[in-house]
T-cell receptor, first 115, second 114 residues
């Protein structure tokens, strides 16, 4: 089984629908992240969580919300999806401190298309 | 605002060629620079560089960091078709709350033909 699992892997939805992307990890890491990838723009940070009670906005959090249900689970929600949220979404985890804290382990990605 | 620029944006070579990928950055409170390889799915970690001039090597891949000139290069020698991927660089800030909040470049798309 993968260390970081994302579901669904692919989703097509319509404008205005609520969508949830889920992420679970078996790494035992405290820190979890949601990134979005668009062609030509690299990966951009949406939200991050340093532990269950600590959730923070990233570079592009507008239109998104998150929930850290447990140490191992971090979900991303689009309350009312719009077409420019069509992208590849990655969940990632890292160690809490030290050298390993910047080495992210990524999930396989969730491709979302909003029509 | 942190800034990362990778070049070239895309590169097409033949097996056996050597390639050099570039990453220039401007970040506040720089701590380290990471390289990732992204094939069909998730980016996978290649290198983390924290000191200038010390080359990191893994087989045919090597990378070096210049903290004075604010750039890093990733070299791949004797390229193979399996090297075809997007290569991402990401400088990281120092400090506890900055860990993991990487600023990624746009990526270099490398295509290696047989």
């Amino acid at each position: 089984d993968a260390d970081v699992t994302q579901t669904p892997r692919n989703r097509i939805t319509k404008t205005g629908k609520r969508i949830m992307l889920e992420c679970s990890q078996t790494k035992g890491h405290d820190r979890m992240y949601w990134y979005r990838q668009d062609p030509g723009l690299g990966l951009r940070l949406i939200y991050y969580s340093f532990d269950v009670k600590d959730i923070n906005k990233g570079e592009i959090s507008d239109g998104y919300s998150v929930s850290r249900q447990a140490q191992a689970k971090f979900s991303l929600s689009l309350e009312s999806a719009i077409p420019n949220q069509t992208a590849l979404y990655f969940c990632a985890t890292s160690d809490k401190t030290g050298v390993g804290a910047n080495v992210l382990t990524f999930g396989a990605g969730s491709r979302l298309t909003v029509l | 605002e942190d800034k990362v620029v990778q070049s070239p944006l895309s590169l097409v070579v033949h097996e056996g060629d050597t390639v050099t990928l570039n990453c220039s950055y401007e970040v506040t409170n720089f701590r380290s620079l990471l390289w990732y390889k992204q094939e069909k799915k998730a980016p996978t970690f290649l290198f983390m560089l924290t000191s200038s001039g010390i080359e990191k090597k893994s087989g045919r891949l090597s990378s070096i960091l210049d903290k004075k000139e604010l750039f890093s290069i990733l070299n791949i020698t004797a390229t193979q078709t399996g090297d075809s991927a997007i290569y991402l660089c990401a400088p990281a800030n120092a400090g506890g709350t900055s860990y993991g909040k990487l600023t990624f470049g746009q990526g270099t798309i490398l295509t290696v033909h047989p």
